[in-house]
């Protein structure tokens, strides 16, 4: 698997961040990536830097979205604005470094989950790929 920066992506998740009002996800601190070679089936995977290496690095948490070239770049505009809003869903709102699984006690199943992404994508006036 290889993979390289996706300045592109990033500036889709600024913009994301900003147009869907997520005060508490700081654009500066997710780096975006693009890979290829994945066997995985995975449009795209959010990564995230755990406590205990915030401690041991001395730095403030930071998450990594991957979008899979080889899924993500064939889908729709529509499609992959879905899927990054999906990923920036599993952010919580401490911006702790952990991560949100799709199932938690608010949202029992992966259908409310799903929903949550189309009612954030129906709000967006301006799409992050214009």
């Known amino acids: 698997m290889q993979l390289s920066l996706a300045p592109d992506i990033s500036r889709r998740i600024f913009r994301l961040v900003k147009n869907l009002d997520l005060p508490h996800i700081r654009p500066a601190n997710l780096i975006c990536f693009r890979s290829t070679g994945s066997t995985g089936r995975a449009r795209a995977r959010i990564w995230s830097l755990p406590k205990i290496w915030q401690m041991a690095l001395s730095v403030d948490a930071h998450y990594c ?10 889908l729709s505009s529509d499609d992959q604005e879905r899927t990054l809003i999906h990923e920036l869903l599993h952010i919580p ?3 702790s ?8 006690h608010k949202h029992k199943t992966f259908r409310h989950y799903h929903d949550h992404v189309e009612m954030l994508f129906n709000k967006l006036n301006n799409k992050s790929f214009k």
């Not at 979205?65 to 064939?74: C, L, P, Q, T, W």
């Not at 470094?97 to 938690?104: D, E, F, I, K, M």
């Open 97 to 104: 470094g952990a991560l949100v699984p799709h199932r938690n």
């Open 65 to 74: 979205i991957e979008v899979i070239s080889e899924k993500f770049d064939n």
């Open 93 to 95: 709102r401490n911006f």
